[in-house]
């Protein structure tokens, strides 16, 4: 074998006639798209293409006139959707930014919204559709590799993209529907929403981050998304983010909640990837807002889950007394702890009520005495009980 065929051969060169005629049939001048092909970025105009396939035509003074809004009002949208202002004499707009504020207009004609409302739902999309954006998977194309992504895009991207575009129309849809059952439900009950909230951390995560390369710490991250996502939507509630190392769940079923608290508990302790969870759990009213959850119930369950031992389902008095007489669950109380900023607060420890003799229950029993097998057991116990210490609330043990 000859020493040539030993070094890797370079890619063929490819003619990208695909891309240039959906390129031209776009409305692209050729000199342009010579151009794109020596800078070696043919296949990020395809995309853009495919994905605003309309060229620019309007102001954003003229867009917002035709759709019927101030500039003023347009210039919110604009902003609460993410995007940068444009300078006031750029034709930046397109018959698709057009179609988006007539929407909008057409609704709040209709009097289902109005400017204020209609600004706040624009910025939950605009914030939802960045993450789902970034999350995209995307190769990483050299300039060499451009002309041969450009013609693979033009050939198959088209497809690809109306597929995507369906299944988060699908998505929203769902949602929409849970949405509206949920806010029926409350405006029957009167009120704002009461609900239990729930929060799960991780333990040792910052000790980790710093022990772990960035590969391993990604695999991690995914794998407590992946844990809290699914055990999270099979109990029945509803994930509303993940805060780096903890995820924050809602559910209007007390008991739904405190079983999700529970399972996530067994399912971090049975998992060879990662540290155990504690989780602190409330109960009561709160205020609800682009898709987010404030008040005192909130901030009591986020404070209970930093005083939390590892491993442990912490709770508050409410969730105590709606779990009185509820098969399989057992609370036992603890003295008052004083919580920042809430003062003095019972609470109990949560546990599940089962015979000795349950094979399920044996099985927890002696994985959570197995724990720290996973991740963490790559740390030293003097670094585990450091991280321990410095999470403590200033001079307040760990509840037992």
């Known amino acids: 074998m000859t020493e040539s065929r030993l070094q890797p051969q370079p890619a063929e060169a490819v003619e990208p006639h695909e891309a240039r005629a959906l390129l031209r049939a776009r409305g692209v001048e050729p000199d342009e798209i010579d151009r794109a092909e020596r800078e070696g970025r043919m296949h990020l105009l395809v995309l853009d293409m495919l994905l605003l396939p309309n060229q620019p035509r309007y ?22 959707l993410g995007f940068p202002d444009v300078d ?17 207009t057409g609704l709040i004609h209709l009097g289902l919204t109005d400017v204020d409302v209609a600004v706040q739902v624009a910025r ?25 992504f450009a013609e693979l895009y033009a050939l198959t991207a088209g ?5 995507q575009a369906r299944l988060l129309e ?11 059952r949920r806010h029926a439900l409350h405006a029957e009950e009167g009120g704002g ?24 710490l990604a695999e991690v991250v995914s794998r407590f998304e992946e844990l809290a996502y699914d055990t999270i939507a099979a ?44 989780v602190g759990l409330a109960s009561g009213p709160v205020l609800a807002r682009e898709g987010d959850f404030y008040g005192p119930v909130v901030n009591l369950a986020s404070r209970i889950v930093n005083i939390a031992r590892p491993g442990s389902v912490l709770i508050s008095q409410s969730v105590v007394e709606a779990l009185e007489d509820v098969p399989g669950f057992r609370c036992r109380n603890l003295r008052t702890r004083y919580l920042k900023d809430l003062g003095r607060v019972p609470l109990a420890v949560l546990v599940r009520d089962e015979p000795d003799d349950d094979p399920d229950a044996s099985g927890r029993r002696r994985r959570r005495r197995e724990g720290g097998q996973g991740v963490l057991g790559l740390l030293s116990e003097q670094v585990r009980q450091a991280l321990e210490e410095g ?8 509840p037992e």
Do not use: C
């Open 391 to 398: 999470r403590r609330v200033a001079g307040e043990p760990r």
């Open 235 to 278: 109990g029945g509630g509803r994930v509303v983010k993940m805060i780096g190392d903890e995820v924050m769940y809602v559910t209007p079923d007390v008991r739904a909640a405190a079983r999700i608290a529970l399972d996530l508990s067994d399912a971090y302790a049975g998992d060879d990837q990662l540290s155990d969870v504690r």
């Open 88 to 104: 006031p004499d750029e034709v930046a707009f397109t018959d698709h930014d057009l179609n988006a504020l007539t929407t909008v």
């Open 124 to 148: 939950v999309i605009g914030q939802s559709m960045a993450r789902v954006a970034d999350t995209n998977p995307r190769p990483d194309i050299t300039p060499e590799d451009s002309a041969r």
């Open 170 to 180: 699908y998505v929203w849809r769902r949602h929409l529907q849970a949405s509206l």
């Open 193 to 216: 929403p009461a609900l239990a909230v729930g929060f799960a951390d991780l333990v040792g995560f910052t000790a980790l981050s710093q022990q772990l390369s960035e590969g391993a």
């Open 59 to 80: 102001t954003q003074a003229e867009v917002a006139e035709q759709a019927g809004l101030t500039l003023e009002d347009a210039q919110r949208f604009w902003r609460a």
């Open 159 to 163: 497809a690809t993209l109306d597929g």
